[in-house]
């Protein structure tokens, strides 16, 4: 927090943070010793933007916490409640006491048949979310689609938003990186392969989407229930992005990957008609996309990752670089076209060159 920012209120309670999400720094504090009407709710967060982060994904809703208040309401289970701090005052979300799951069960390894039972019943939920049942209040202008099946519309949308956002706009200061690194420059166009499959997507009916979830936003309690935090990067769309979203990030072992598509589908079938349709080809698609879309914020953030090292951790961190950029460049490589990816040490070689951002004391 810079001296010009003012701290968050405390709320007579004792302070803790920051706690650093990819968009806000987070407080936590005691609501006992502060406002009644929100003393029922024990731990609480106060959020705050942090300064040059870098979005890379579209935003759907203009606030999530409007969006979170509607969410018990419409069914979908164990989201942090929110509340108002007095008239006009900053809102505050419910802190989930417990550890996130990445940390019971880290990405590769399985999940519980309970946490798995969890996330299919979450999935079930937000398929019973339609367009329409949100107020306008919670949507605004953009979130509401362009009719209510149009899947590629939707992938071709995100699609656009990962062009111009976080490739052309990356370009003037990372575009070298992406050209030394092989990623076409047209590898994000309409007319490009993945493109072209976009625009072949079967209409599915759209639901609510979490649009982030994984691990990591899946805190278990110390009862073993499952929490649903971070969704301000919900929207309404095609429900097999959630489901490609949730497969791409989470990293189940095969056999789980297998399980929870296979409880997808029956979830779907019943309590979405016609979400169904066309997946078998339709999830390849979204894979890929999540695959190329992960390409451009990854070799952005490793950038800056390297050029905000010290000199003594300068090494260490491009070791990482090189490893973790080659493995996105490699799974990536059907989805943009990529005529070879480098290996480590020539991905090493190429983030070497970039020059530090400051000098380190």
């Known amino acids: 927090m810079t001296p010009s920012t003012p701290r968050?209120?405390?709320?007579?309670?004792?302070?803790?943070?920051?706690?650093?999400?990819?968009?806000?720094?987070?407080?936590?504090?005691?609501?006992?010793?502060?406002?009644?009407?929100?003393?029922?709710?024990?731990?609480?967060?106060?959020?705050?933007?942090?300064?040059?982060?870098?979005?890379?994904?579209?935003?759907?809703?203009?606030?999530?916490?409007?969006?979170?208040?509607?969410?018990p309401r419409l069914g979908v289970p164990r989201v942090p409640p929110v509340r108002r701090a007095g008239a006009g005052g900053p809102a505050v979300h419910g802190f989930i006491e417990g550890s996130t799951l990445g940390e019971l069960a880290p990405a590769g390894g399985h999940m519980s048949?309970?946490?798995?039972?969890?996330?299919?019943?979450?999935?079930?939920?937000?398929?019973?979310?339609?367009?329409?049942?949100?107020p306008p209040a919670v949507t605004g202008d953009g979130a509401a689609a362009h009719g209510a099946d149009d899947s590629a519309g939707f992938l071709g949308g995100l699609l656009r938003?990962?062009?111009?956002?976080?490739?052309?706009?990356?370009?003037?200061?990372?575009?070298?990186?992406?050209?030394?690194?092989g990623v076409p420059p047209h590898a994000f166009?309409?007319?490009?392969?993945?493109?072209?499959?976009?625009a072949r997507l079967t209409p599915r009916p759209y639901c609510l989407l979490h649009g982030d979830l994984h691990r990591e936003n899946l805190i278990v309690a110390p009862d073993d229930a499952l929490w649903t935090i971070d969704w301000e990067l919900a929207a309404l769309g095609d429900p097999l992005y959630d489901?490609?979203?949730?497969?791409?990030?989470?990293?189940?072992?095969?056999?789980?990957?297998?399980?929870?598509?296979?409880?997808w589908h029956e979830v779907m079938a019943?309590?979405?008609?016609?979400?169904?349709?066309?997946?078998a080809r339709d999830l390849d698609c979204y894979l890929r996309f999540k695959r190329a879309q992960s390409v451009c914020t990854d070799v952005v953030r490793h950038a800056v990752a390297v050029r905000e090292a010290p000199p003594a951790e300068r090494a260490?961190?491009?070791?990482?670089?090189?490893?973790?950029?080659?493995?996105?460049?490699?799974?990536?490589?059907?989805?943009?076209?990529?005529?070879?990816?480098?290996?480590?040490?020539?991905?090493?070689?190429?983030?070497?060159?970039?020059?530090?951002?400051?000098?380190?004391?």
């Open 161 to 181: 938003h990962t062009r111009e956002r976080c490739y052309e706009e990356r370009r003037p200061e990372y575009g070298w990186l992406f050209d030394r690194l």
């Open 270 to 279: 019943r309590e979405l008609p016609g979400a169904t349709a066309g997946t």
């Open 243 to 263: 489901l490609a979203t949730h497969l791409h990030l989470t990293r189940y072992p095969p056999d789980q990957e297998r399980e929870v598509t296979a409880r």
């Open 8 to 71: 968050p209120p405390t709320y007579g309670g004792v302070l803790e943070g920051p706690l650093r999400g990819h968009h806000r720094l987070w407080y936590v504090v005691r609501a006992d010793g502060g406002d009644g009407e929100l003393a029922d709710l024990g731990r609480l967060k106060v959020g705050e933007p942090r300064e040059g982060v870098l979005w890379y994904d579209r935003r759907s809703f203009p606030s999530e916490e409007a969006l979170l208040a509607e969410l």
């Open 113 to 134: 048949a309970r946490h798995l039972d969890q996330i299919v019943e979450l999935f079930r939920a937000l398929a019973r979310v339609r367009p329409g049942d949100l």
């Open 316 to 361: 260490g961190r491009l070791a990482l670089t090189a490893k973790a950029v080659h493995r996105v460049l490699a799974r990536a490589e059907e989805a943009l076209g990529l005529t070879g990816v480098p290996g480590p040490g020539a991905v090493e070689e190429i983030y070497d060159a970039l020059p530090s951002a400051a000098p380190h004391a």
């Open 189 to 198: 166009d309409d007319t490009s392969p993945l493109g072209a499959r976009a």
